[in-house]
């Protein structure tokens, strides 16, 4: 799992689960089902986070106006279906996990994310070996990317997006002479150092955590040619199809109540207090998501489809994950994606030897 996302599935449940009243004294409860796919870094970060979050449920019973009702799942995947479905009201979504269940007619409300460094939103950038960094887009051409077996569609879209801003704009298997799935963004960097590819698509505030958890490694790589702070970097999302306007302005002022009390809180629940750690180490920030925090993704995935950039991801992306881990491999379109690619007529011949060169 990404680190961050690790970092606020606990830091979300725990402010859940022990917020303030979000009603006065005498109002009902608002019951909230809370949607999650925990898993293990390590064989231990997941059931630590889901343990901490149990730790403060007896509290929220007995003291606050939310009744969290904790539901987990196999995958992220089983997550969105269920919001689809209406069967949860709260999820922890990235940034593709919002575009993918609002293409398909669910009804998102923003609610939490956080901010890194006193920056609002994310930047993703082309991390490279030191000595060796990437200056110029146009360097690009050839070289070996390495991605991380979490980075899927939605992040070969951004680069494409932000290679396609730069003057460059082809399919990145006409950009990048291999490409190498490793089990995570932590594998990749060390691939990255140790010299199995050229560059590596990541958040520049990876910076951060890699100069918490691997210090020595941060000192091997860096990053530059950064998209613009476009992105969103994720968070806990509300569902307006199962809970009421109401419901969720008074979810809304939860939150909001949580911020001013959280120093004190943290005083009191070591479940808040962990949470406050995490967030002083990692230099992040939680606060209200704004109503707009994935409007970048939803536009870019409506254009991207009109130009075929998103079939051009799902098959790079479906490739990588058959590839053997840690194996360069040299993506080419084949029949099956050209065919569906180019619009049967008169020119759907011409259109596939273009595509196949």
């Not at 106006?65 to 196999?74: A, I, L, N, Q, Y």
């Not at 970048?296 to 991207?304: G, H, S, T």
């Not at 130009?307 to 479906?318: N, T």
């Amino acid at each position: 799992m990404n680190w961050w996302k690790t970092f606020f599935v606990g830091a979300a449940a725990i402010i859940l689960l022990a917020a303030p009243p979000a009603a006065a004294q005498g109002d009902e409860k608002i019951k909230v089902t809370f949607g999650i796919h925990f898993e293990s870094s390590a064989g231990q970060s997941s059931a630590q986070l889901f343990d901490m979050t149990k730790g403060v449920l007896n509290i929220l019973k007995e003291n606050y106006g939310v009744e969290v009702v904790m539901k987990t799942f196999p995958s992220q995947d089983a997550v969105e279906e269920a919001f689809l479905k209406n069967e949860i009201d709260a999820a922890v979504f990235l940034s593709g996990n919002v575009v993918s269940v609002t293409e398909k007619g669910a009804g998102i409300h923003p609610w939490i994310t956080f901010h890194v460094k006193k920056r609002k939103k994310m930047s993703l950038c082309l991390w490279s070996k030191k000595g060796k960094e990437i200056k110029n887009i146009s360097e690009l051409q050839g070289k070996r990317l390495i991605q991380g077996n979490e980075i899927g569609t939605d992040w070969l879209l951004y680069l494409r997006d932000h290679l396609y801003k730069n003057g460059v704009d082809k399919p990145l298997w006409q950009v990048f002479s291999s490409f190498t799935s490793v089990p995570s963004s932590n594998s990749a960097f060390m691939s990255l150092a140790a010299g199995e590819g050229d560059c590596f698509w990541q958040a520049g505030d990876y910076e951060t955590i890699l100069k918490l958890i691997a210090p020595n490694l941060a000192t091997q790589v860096s990053y530059s040619l950064c998209s613009d702070s476009v992105l969103a970097r994720g968070g806990l999302v509300l569902n307006t199809k199962t809970l009421s306007k109401t419901e969720l302005k008074k979810l809304d002022d939860t939150f909001k109540n949580f911020l001013k009390d959280f120093n004190e809180l943290a005083k009191k629940d070591t479940g808040i207090k962990t949470v406050k750690q995490y967030m002083n180490l990692a230099q992040a920030r939680i606060v209200p998501a704004r109503p707009d925090e994935f409007d970048y993704e939803i536009k870019l995935f409506k254009e991207a489809r009109k130009r075929g950039w998103i079939a051009e991801a799902e098959m790079i992306s479906g490739r990588m994950e058959k590839a053997p881990k840690g194996k360069p491999v040299e993506i080419k379109p084949d029949f099956d994606y050209c065919q569906k690619s180019c619009a049967p007529g008169k020119n759907q011949m011409a259109c596939m030897d273009k595509c196949m060169e």
